[in-house]
Protein backbone atom coordinates (compact mmCIF):
# COMPACT_ATOMS: atom_id res chain seq x y z
CA UNK A 1 0.00 0.00 0.00
CA UNK A 2 2.77 2.30 1.18
CA UNK A 3 4.19 1.36 -2.11
CA UNK A 4 1.23 2.40 -4.22
CA UNK A 5 0.80 5.80 -2.52
CA UNK A 6 4.68 6.92 -3.69
CA UNK A 7 3.86 5.43 -7.11
CA UNK A 8 0.55 7.36 -7.57
CA UNK A 9 1.70 10.40 -5.44
CA UNK A 10 5.14 10.80 -6.33
CA UNK A 11 5.96 14.37 -4.14
CA UNK A 12 5.90 11.97 -0.91
CA UNK A 13 9.00 10.55 -1.83
CA UNK A 14 10.57 14.23 -1.47
CA UNK A 15 12.57 15.61 1.28
CA UNK A 16 12.01 17.09 4.65
CA UNK A 17 10.67 20.42 5.47
CA UNK A 18 7.28 21.58 5.25
CA UNK A 19 7.23 19.24 2.13
CA UNK A 20 8.14 16.09 4.63
CA UNK A 21 5.33 16.96 7.67
CA UNK A 22 2.43 17.54 4.92
CA UNK A 23 3.54 13.70 3.79
CA UNK A 24 3.37 12.82 7.14
CA UNK A 25 -0.13 14.23 7.37
CA UNK A 26 -1.21 12.50 4.11
CA UNK A 27 0.26 9.06 5.36
CA UNK A 28 -1.50 9.42 8.59
CA UNK A 29 -5.07 9.91 6.64
CA UNK A 30 -4.34 7.37 3.89
CA UNK A 31 -3.73 4.82 6.43
CA UNK A 32 -7.23 5.01 8.02
CA UNK A 33 -8.86 5.12 4.45
CA UNK A 34 -7.09 1.96 3.43
CA UNK A 35 -7.70 0.34 6.24
CA UNK A 36 -11.50 1.22 6.00
CA UNK A 37 -11.27 0.10 2.14
CA UNK A 38 -9.52 -2.90 3.17
CA UNK A 39 -11.78 -3.99 6.35
CA UNK A 40 -12.74 -6.90 4.56
CA UNK A 41 -9.87 -7.55 2.54
CA UNK A 42 -11.11 -7.32 -0.62
CA UNK A 43 -7.84 -5.94 -1.99
CA UNK A 44 -5.25 -8.08 -3.43
CA UNK A 45 -1.58 -8.02 -1.39
CA UNK A 46 0.37 -6.98 -4.76
CA UNK A 47 1.90 -3.59 -5.33
CA UNK A 48 -0.08 -3.76 -8.50
CA UNK A 49 -3.13 -3.66 -7.09
CA UNK A 50 -2.66 -1.01 -4.55
CA UNK A 51 -1.13 1.29 -7.12
CA UNK A 52 -4.57 1.11 -9.04
CA UNK A 53 -6.55 1.88 -5.61
CA UNK A 54 -3.62 4.72 -4.83
CA UNK A 55 -4.10 6.09 -8.42
CA UNK A 56 -8.18 6.18 -8.17
CA UNK A 57 -7.55 7.95 -4.50
CA UNK A 58 -5.54 10.42 -5.89
CA UNK A 59 -8.13 11.93 -8.10
CA UNK A 60 -9.93 12.74 -5.15
CA UNK A 61 -7.19 13.68 -3.75
CA UNK A 62 -6.07 16.50 -6.13
CA UNK A 63 -9.87 17.64 -5.34
CA UNK A 64 -9.11 18.71 -2.10
CA UNK A 65 -7.80 15.68 0.46
CA UNK A 66 -8.23 18.06 3.48
CA UNK A 67 -11.80 17.70 3.47
CA UNK A 68 -12.69 15.63 6.73
CA UNK A 69 -16.07 14.38 4.78
CA UNK A 70 -14.13 13.38 1.63
CA UNK A 71 -11.70 11.10 3.72
CA UNK A 72 -14.54 9.69 5.19
CA UNK A 73 -16.36 9.02 2.71
CA UNK A 74 -13.89 7.54 1.07
CA UNK A 75 -13.49 5.03 3.48
CA UNK A 76 -16.60 4.32 2.96
CA UNK A 77 -16.93 4.06 -0.43
CA UNK A 78 -15.52 -0.06 -1.43
CA UNK A 79 -17.49 -0.15 -4.27
CA UNK A 80 -16.46 2.77 -5.57
CA UNK A 81 -12.70 1.66 -6.00
CA UNK A 82 -13.19 -1.36 -7.03
CA UNK A 83 -16.11 -1.41 -9.81
CA UNK A 84 -14.59 1.67 -11.68
CA UNK A 85 -11.57 2.91 -13.48
CA UNK A 86 -9.52 5.94 -13.07
CA UNK A 87 -11.08 6.93 -16.12
CA UNK A 88 -14.32 6.68 -15.36
CA UNK A 89 -13.73 8.23 -11.75
CA UNK A 90 -11.64 11.47 -13.54
CA UNK A 91 -14.67 12.02 -16.26
CA UNK A 92 -17.09 12.02 -13.75
CA UNK A 93 -15.53 14.47 -11.23
CA UNK A 94 -14.31 16.55 -13.99
CA UNK A 95 -18.33 17.03 -14.99
CA UNK A 96 -19.67 18.21 -11.69
CA UNK A 97 -16.24 20.50 -11.61
CA UNK A 98 -17.53 22.01 -14.79
CA UNK A 99 -20.69 23.56 -12.36
CA UNK A 100 -18.17 26.13 -11.53
CA UNK A 101 -18.36 25.22 -7.73
CA UNK A 102 -15.77 24.05 -5.41
CA UNK A 103 -13.76 20.81 -6.63
CA UNK A 104 -13.96 18.95 -3.01
CA UNK A 105 -18.22 19.89 -3.29
CA UNK A 106 -17.49 18.22 -6.70
CA UNK A 107 -16.12 14.87 -4.84
CA UNK A 108 -18.07 14.80 -2.18
CA UNK A 109 -21.52 14.85 -4.80
CA UNK A 110 -20.12 11.43 -6.47
CA UNK A 111 -18.66 10.14 -2.90
CA UNK A 112 -22.46 10.46 -1.27
CA UNK A 113 -24.02 9.32 -4.35
CA UNK A 114 -21.97 6.48 -5.97
CA UNK A 115 -24.91 5.41 -8.50
CA UNK A 116 -24.07 8.74 -10.35
CA UNK A 117 -21.06 6.61 -11.63
CA UNK A 118 -23.78 4.66 -13.80
CA UNK A 119 -25.89 7.45 -15.19
CA UNK A 120 -25.00 8.24 -19.01
CA UNK A 121 -23.83 11.80 -18.95
CA UNK A 122 -22.42 12.36 -22.17
CA UNK A 123 -24.90 11.02 -24.72
CA UNK A 124 -28.37 12.29 -24.00
CA UNK A 125 -30.15 14.92 -25.91
CA UNK A 126 -32.08 17.46 -23.50
CA UNK A 127 -34.22 20.43 -24.52
CA UNK A 128 -32.84 23.31 -22.16
CA UNK A 129 -36.50 24.08 -20.81
CA UNK A 130 -37.56 21.15 -20.28
CA UNK A 131 -34.68 20.04 -18.34
CA UNK A 132 -34.96 23.65 -16.26
CA UNK A 133 -38.07 22.43 -15.14
CA UNK A 134 -37.39 18.63 -14.65
CA UNK A 135 -34.97 20.13 -12.28
CA UNK A 136 -37.11 22.12 -10.37
CA UNK A 137 -38.24 25.63 -11.82
CA UNK A 138 -41.43 26.86 -11.98
CA UNK A 139 -43.00 27.85 -15.62
CA UNK A 140 -42.60 31.47 -14.60
CA UNK A 141 -38.68 30.83 -13.90
CA UNK A 142 -38.53 28.87 -16.90
CA UNK A 143 -40.51 31.60 -18.95
CA UNK A 144 -38.02 34.60 -17.43
CA UNK A 145 -35.06 32.72 -17.76
CA UNK A 146 -35.73 31.94 -21.63
CA UNK A 147 -36.63 35.59 -22.04
CA UNK A 148 -33.09 36.87 -20.68
CA UNK A 149 -31.02 34.15 -22.11
CA UNK A 150 -32.58 33.22 -25.44
CA UNK A 151 -29.25 31.76 -26.79
CA UNK A 152 -28.71 29.12 -24.38
CA UNK A 153 -32.59 28.04 -25.27
CA UNK A 154 -33.54 25.26 -27.69
CA UNK A 155 -31.60 21.46 -27.67
CA UNK A 156 -28.18 20.72 -26.22
CA UNK A 157 -26.29 17.82 -25.16
CA UNK A 158 -26.34 16.47 -21.25
CA UNK A 159 -22.65 16.57 -21.06
CA UNK A 160 -22.94 20.36 -21.62
CA UNK A 161 -25.12 20.74 -18.71
CA UNK A 162 -22.96 21.87 -17.04
CA UNK A 163 -21.65 25.21 -18.69
CA UNK A 164 -25.41 25.46 -20.03
CA UNK A 165 -26.39 26.37 -16.26
CA UNK A 166 -23.65 28.33 -16.18
CA UNK A 167 -24.03 30.63 -19.10
CA UNK A 168 -27.99 30.98 -17.43
CA UNK A 169 -26.13 31.87 -13.81
CA UNK A 170 -28.27 28.81 -12.61
CA UNK A 171 -25.20 26.56 -11.62
CA UNK A 172 -24.82 27.14 -7.64
CA UNK A 173 -28.66 26.47 -7.18
CA UNK A 174 -29.16 23.55 -9.30
CA UNK A 175 -25.68 21.92 -7.70
CA UNK A 176 -26.80 22.33 -4.73
CA UNK A 177 -30.37 20.37 -5.32
CA UNK A 178 -28.19 17.44 -6.70
CA UNK A 179 -25.68 17.20 -3.55
CA UNK A 180 -28.89 17.83 -1.46
CA UNK A 181 -30.71 14.46 -2.97
CA UNK A 182 -32.03 15.03 -5.99
CA UNK A 183 -29.25 13.99 -7.95
CA UNK A 184 -31.27 10.71 -9.66
CA UNK A 185 -33.26 13.77 -12.00
CA UNK A 186 -30.04 13.54 -14.21
CA UNK A 187 -30.81 9.99 -14.93
CA UNK A 188 -34.63 10.29 -15.19
CA UNK A 189 -34.95 12.96 -17.74
CA UNK A 190 -35.84 12.68 -21.57
CA UNK A 191 -37.37 14.59 -24.00
CA UNK A 192 -40.71 14.42 -24.46
CA UNK A 193 -41.43 14.06 -27.71
CA UNK A 194 -38.98 14.19 -31.01
CA UNK A 195 -39.51 17.42 -31.95
CA UNK A 196 -39.76 18.95 -28.90
CA UNK A 197 -37.53 22.51 -29.03
CA UNK A 198 -36.25 21.33 -32.63
CA UNK A 199 -35.46 24.33 -34.28
CA UNK A 200 -36.11 23.95 -38.11
CA UNK A 201 -34.07 27.51 -38.73
CA UNK A 202 -31.17 26.29 -36.75
CA UNK A 203 -30.74 22.50 -38.56
CA UNK A 204 -30.70 24.55 -41.84
CA UNK A 205 -27.81 26.56 -40.82
CA UNK A 206 -26.17 23.66 -39.43
CA UNK A 207 -26.98 21.73 -42.85
CA UNK A 208 -25.40 24.75 -44.95
CA UNK A 209 -21.99 24.82 -42.31
CA UNK A 210 -21.64 21.43 -43.13
CA UNK A 211 -21.29 21.75 -47.22
CA UNK A 212 -19.43 24.54 -47.18
CA UNK A 213 -16.04 24.41 -47.93
CA UNK A 214 -14.76 24.26 -44.50
CA UNK A 215 -17.27 22.05 -43.06
CA UNK A 216 -14.64 20.41 -40.01
CA UNK A 217 -13.62 24.20 -38.89
CA UNK A 218 -17.59 25.01 -38.98
CA UNK A 219 -18.38 22.21 -36.92
CA UNK A 220 -15.77 22.49 -34.45
CA UNK A 221 -16.89 25.63 -34.00
CA UNK A 222 -20.38 24.95 -33.10
CA UNK A 223 -19.15 22.42 -31.09
CA UNK A 224 -17.18 25.01 -29.02
CA UNK A 225 -20.64 26.98 -28.98
CA UNK A 226 -23.05 24.07 -27.57
CA UNK A 227 -20.05 22.93 -24.71
CA UNK A 228 -20.09 26.37 -23.22
CA UNK A 229 -23.90 26.92 -23.32
CA UNK A 230 -25.45 27.98 -26.45
CA UNK A 231 -28.72 26.13 -27.19
CA UNK A 232 -29.83 25.07 -30.71
CA UNK A 233 -31.33 27.59 -31.84
CA UNK A 234 -31.13 30.22 -34.64
CA UNK A 235 -28.66 32.95 -32.72
CA UNK A 236 -25.95 30.24 -32.16
CA UNK A 237 -26.22 29.64 -36.18
CA UNK A 238 -25.55 33.60 -36.79
CA UNK A 239 -22.66 33.78 -34.18
CA UNK A 240 -20.88 30.80 -35.66
CA UNK A 241 -20.68 32.95 -38.53
CA UNK A 242 -18.71 35.67 -37.21
CA UNK A 243 -16.82 33.65 -34.79
CA UNK A 244 -13.11 32.84 -36.48
CA UNK A 245 -10.36 30.28 -34.98
CA UNK A 246 -9.78 26.16 -34.01
CA UNK A 247 -12.05 24.83 -30.88
CA UNK A 248 -8.48 24.90 -29.06
CA UNK A 249 -7.87 28.87 -29.59
CA UNK A 250 -11.61 29.52 -28.79
CA UNK A 251 -10.77 28.14 -25.19
CA UNK A 252 -7.95 30.06 -24.52
CA UNK A 253 -9.90 33.44 -25.42
CA UNK A 254 -12.44 32.18 -23.44
CA UNK A 255 -9.77 31.30 -20.66
CA UNK A 256 -8.46 34.73 -20.64
CA UNK A 257 -11.69 36.09 -19.72
CA UNK A 258 -12.47 34.20 -17.25
CA UNK A 259 -8.82 34.63 -16.02
CA UNK A 260 -9.10 38.08 -15.06
CA UNK A 261 -12.66 37.58 -13.21
CA UNK A 262 -15.66 37.47 -15.75
CA UNK A 263 -18.51 36.14 -14.89
CA UNK A 264 -19.12 32.89 -16.99
CA UNK A 265 -23.06 34.06 -17.50
CA UNK A 266 -21.65 37.67 -18.46
CA UNK A 267 -19.11 36.01 -21.15
CA UNK A 268 -21.44 34.46 -22.69
CA UNK A 269 -23.35 37.44 -22.87
CA UNK A 270 -20.87 39.47 -24.32
CA UNK A 271 -20.25 36.72 -26.55
CA UNK A 272 -23.88 37.36 -28.50
CA UNK A 273 -23.65 40.95 -28.28
CA UNK A 274 -20.10 41.26 -30.04
CA UNK A 275 -18.97 37.77 -31.42
CA UNK A 276 -15.97 38.72 -32.40
CA UNK A 277 -14.94 38.95 -29.35
CA UNK A 278 -13.67 35.47 -29.67
CA UNK A 279 -11.48 36.18 -32.36
CA UNK A 280 -8.79 38.43 -30.71
CA UNK A 281 -5.63 36.84 -29.65
CA UNK A 282 -5.23 35.92 -25.65
CA UNK A 283 -2.36 38.52 -25.44
CA UNK A 284 -4.47 41.32 -27.57
CA UNK A 285 -7.56 40.79 -25.08
CA UNK A 286 -5.47 40.79 -21.99
CA UNK A 287 -3.71 44.01 -23.23
CA UNK A 288 -7.01 45.97 -24.00
CA UNK A 289 -8.48 44.67 -21.03
CA UNK A 290 -5.50 46.05 -18.75
CA UNK A 291 -5.37 49.13 -20.78
CA UNK A 292 -9.21 49.74 -19.77
CA UNK A 293 -8.92 49.61 -16.22
CA UNK A 294 -5.31 51.23 -15.50
CA UNK A 295 -5.46 54.05 -18.31
CA UNK A 296 -9.14 54.50 -18.93
CA UNK A 297 -9.74 54.03 -15.44
CA UNK A 298 -13.32 52.29 -16.03
CA UNK A 299 -14.26 48.47 -14.80
CA UNK A 300 -14.70 45.68 -16.31
CA UNK A 301 -18.49 46.21 -16.04
CA UNK A 302 -18.44 48.92 -18.31
CA UNK A 303 -17.71 45.77 -21.46
CA UNK A 304 -21.71 44.74 -20.36
CA UNK A 305 -22.22 48.40 -22.15
CA UNK A 306 -19.72 47.96 -24.40
CA UNK A 307 -18.55 44.51 -25.18
CA UNK A 308 -17.17 45.69 -29.05
CA UNK A 309 -14.23 47.52 -26.89
CA UNK A 310 -12.20 44.42 -27.04
CA UNK A 311 -12.59 44.09 -31.12
CA UNK A 312 -10.91 47.35 -31.92
CA UNK A 313 -7.31 47.30 -31.97
CA UNK A 314 -5.26 49.01 -28.93
CA UNK A 315 -2.48 50.43 -30.81
CA UNK A 316 -4.08 51.67 -33.88
CA UNK A 317 -7.28 53.04 -32.48
CA UNK A 318 -7.76 52.47 -28.78
CA UNK A 319 -4.39 54.09 -27.48
CA UNK A 320 -4.46 57.09 -29.61
CA UNK A 321 -7.62 58.32 -29.77
CA UNK A 322 -7.94 57.71 -26.00
CA UNK A 323 -4.40 60.03 -25.32
CA UNK A 324 -5.48 62.38 -27.72
CA UNK A 325 -8.95 63.15 -25.92
CA UNK A 326 -7.00 63.22 -23.00
CA UNK A 327 -4.75 65.83 -24.09
CA UNK A 328 -7.75 67.94 -25.40
CA UNK A 329 -9.64 68.18 -22.13
CA UNK A 330 -5.73 69.20 -20.14
CA UNK A 331 -5.53 71.44 -22.67
CA UNK A 332 -8.85 72.77 -21.75
CA UNK A 333 -9.75 72.56 -25.63
CA UNK A 334 -12.75 70.04 -25.11
CA UNK A 335 -15.87 70.68 -22.81
CA UNK A 336 -17.34 67.55 -23.22
CA UNK A 337 -15.98 63.90 -21.70
CA UNK A 338 -16.76 61.48 -24.06
CA UNK A 339 -17.04 57.75 -23.44
CA UNK A 340 -14.97 54.92 -23.84
CA UNK A 341 -17.59 53.99 -27.14
CA UNK A 342 -18.02 57.47 -28.38
CA UNK A 343 -14.23 57.41 -29.07
CA UNK A 344 -13.62 53.91 -30.19
CA UNK A 345 -16.36 53.34 -32.04
CA UNK A 346 -16.88 56.29 -34.09
CA UNK A 347 -15.52 56.27 -38.06
CA UNK A 348 -12.66 57.72 -38.94
CA UNK A 349 -14.33 60.01 -40.71
CA UNK A 350 -16.53 61.16 -38.26
CA UNK A 351 -13.54 61.27 -35.48
CA UNK A 352 -11.93 63.82 -37.98
CA UNK A 353 -15.35 65.81 -38.40
CA UNK A 354 -15.53 65.90 -34.65
CA UNK A 355 -12.64 67.25 -34.18
CA UNK A 356 -12.75 70.02 -37.02
CA UNK A 357 -15.75 71.17 -35.16
CA UNK A 358 -13.65 71.76 -32.08
CA UNK A 359 -11.04 73.12 -33.57
CA UNK A 360 -9.82 73.77 -37.47
CA UNK A 361 -6.22 72.89 -36.51
CA UNK A 362 -6.74 70.17 -34.34
CA UNK A 363 -7.28 67.27 -37.15
CA UNK A 364 -3.48 68.54 -38.65
CA UNK A 365 -2.65 67.96 -34.60
CA UNK A 366 -4.16 64.45 -34.49
CA UNK A 367 -2.27 63.12 -37.75
CA UNK A 368 1.37 64.69 -36.69
CA UNK A 369 1.39 63.82 -33.22
CA UNK A 370 -1.04 60.73 -31.93
CA UNK A 371 -2.43 59.12 -35.50
CA UNK A 372 -0.56 55.45 -35.47
CA UNK A 373 -0.75 56.83 -39.54
CA UNK A 374 2.19 59.75 -38.41
CA UNK A 375 4.71 57.09 -38.84
CA UNK A 376 3.77 56.02 -42.16
Known sequence: AVIGICLAIPHTLCGGGELGAETRWLFVKLKRVFEELDSQHLFEENVDSWYAISRKIKVFYDLGFENEEMRELMGRSKSLFMEFSEEALMEKTEYFCRFGVGKEDAAILILRNPAIMNFDLEKPVISVMGMLKHLGLSQDEVDAVAQKYPYVMGRNKLKNLPHVLRALDLHERIFDNLKNGNHHLLATYSLMDPDEDFDREYQEGVEEAKHSRYKAHNVQKLDFLHEIGFGENRMTVKI????????????NRLQILLNNGFDFSKICMLIRSAPKILNQKPESIQDKIRFLCDEMGDSLDYLEIFPAYLCFDLE???NPRFRFHKWLVEEGLSEK?????SLVATSEKTFIARLYGIHPALPKHWFERFSYRKTR
Not at 240 to 251: C, I, N, P, S
Not at 337 to 341: D, F, K
Request: glycine share 4%; aromatic share 4%.
Open 316 to 318: NRI
Open 240 to 251: LQHVHGTAAELR
Open 337 to 341: SYSVA
